[in-house]
């Protein structure tokens, strides 16, 4: 059966100091407890290397934030899924809205780091998600469908089944709205249905869905009881140990 997940995504907040600090209280945290879902934090590329060595990866997994779609090269400034994979970190989120609206990524350009990171044994998280206009003017299933069979759907079944899939709704990203269960609800069984059109029920049903925007410790007990709903992707909440352990503990 799918796995339910909590994972925090950092963006580009904490200096090294601050962030091998709140890696460490969460992991501290984490010792006390046997949480019902895995935990993963995903962290600046700056602070990969030196968190990894400061936290229990049994019980803590580590993530990127974003890799290049290059394996190597004259590329200046970028980091690439081998380089990430090295430090120790085991997933990447991917296709995270703000890397499609501010550094044009496009379908066609996450498809080249879904593949890059698979190569690498990294687990992609990879993000979907509608803005508020396709909300409103009620394209948002399409426009979702679009992004999973874009950059997705020439994945064999078996490369389909390493990744973990986050619904974050553009309009309810550090927005302080969140999506109601119910329509986090709505999008994500929509999700797992068109995953099984493609990859069949099995697959489907393994894959763990998480929903992100304005998740919190006094939100998430309600959408995490929705059965489509495997967890979440943590923005602002997991820069405090104590709100990200409230979501983290948030599973019934
Ligand atoms: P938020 O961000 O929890 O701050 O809304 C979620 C995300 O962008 O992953």
């Not at 089944?161 to 309810?172: G, Q, R, T």
């Amino acid at each position: 059966m799918r796995k339910n997940i909590v994972a925090g995504n950092w963006k580009m907040n904490t200096t090294l100091p601050e962030g091998v600090a709140l890696a460490k209280a969460v992991n501290a945290a984490l010792c006390g407890v046997t949480p019902k879902c895995d935990v993963i934090i995903a962290v600046p590329f700056t602070h990969l290397a030196p968190v990894n060595d400061v936290i229990d990866n049994s019980k803590l997994g580590l993530g990127a934030e974003n890799c290049a779609d290059h394996r190597s090269g004259a590329y200046t400034g970028e980091v690439s899924a081998p380089m990430v994979a090295s430090t120790g970190a085991k997933y990447v989120i991917l296709g995270h809205s703000e890397r499609r609206q501010y550094y044009g990524e496009t379908s066609e350009i996450l498809k080249e780091k879904v593949n890059l990171a698979l190569e690498n044994g990294l687990t992609p998280i990879f993000c979907i998600g509608e803005v508020l206009e396709e909300r409103e003017n009620g394209t948002f299933f399409d426009v979702v469908k679009a992004q999973i069979e874009e950059a997705l759907f020439d994945l064999s079944a078996e490369d389909f089944s390493k990744l973990i899939l986050a619904y974050e709704p553009v309009w309810a990203i550090g927005t302080g709205k969140t999506a109601t269960d119910d329509q986090a609800e709505e999008m994500h069984a929509y999700i797992r249905g068109v995953i099984e059109g493609k990859y069949g029920n099995e697959v489907a049903e393994n894959t763990s869905i998480l929903y992100g925007g304005s998740c919190k410790p006094s939100n998430a007990k309600a959408l995490f009881a929705k059965p489509n709903v495997d967890g979440g992707l943590i923005g602002g909440a997991s820069l405090d140990a104590e709100s990200f352990m409230g979501i983290v503990t948030a599973f019934e």
